[in-house]
């Protein structure tokens, strides 16, 4: 009798503020290392603490955008940065993707998932557009 093997679950986060082409590229690479992409994304308070600003987007525009993603299968909150291991073993990750400005820091989760960092789209942030935006230039 031949199981067939479990689905692969790739586990992402962000902020998604803004969502641009960087966003839309880092998930299409996280999507392509399983079978499965479940996305953790900032609470506005997490996003407040993280970066001393409210997000643009509130959380459930922004859970809408991720979430409506033909390579996101599912989106949930995350509210706390020191929860990332209890939220790998809630969804059962077998792989967890973050950008590569993050090189290093998220290597302890390797005892629960494989742990891939990918690079970033190059000359483009989420700060940065806020940025332009406010002042006005292009």
């Not at 859970?63 to 940065?81: C, N, R, Y």
């Not at 590569?100 to 690079?119: A, H, K, Q, S």
């Amino acid at each position: 009798m031949s199981s067939e093997p479990s689905p692969r679950t790739v586990v992402t986060f962000g902020t998604f503020d803004v969502f641009h082409y960087g966003h839309l590229r880092v998930l299409e690479r996280a999507a392509e290392l399983g079978d499965r992409l479940l996305v953790g994304i900032s609470s506005d308070e997490l996003n407040a603490s993280k970066k001393q600003r409210a997000p643009i987007y509130p959380l459930q525009e922004r859970m809408a955008i991720v979430a409506g993603l033909k390579v996101v299968d599912g989106v949930f909150v995350e509210h706390s940065l020191d929860l990332k291991r209890d939220y790998l073993r809630e969804h059962h990750a077998d792989v967890l993707v973050m950008g590569d400005d993050w090189e290093g820091r998220f290597d302890e989760f390797n005892d629960t998932c494989e742990v891939v960092y990918l690079p970033r789209t190059p000359a483009i942030s989420t700060t940065e557009l806020i940025e332009r935006i406010s002042w006005g230039s292009s």
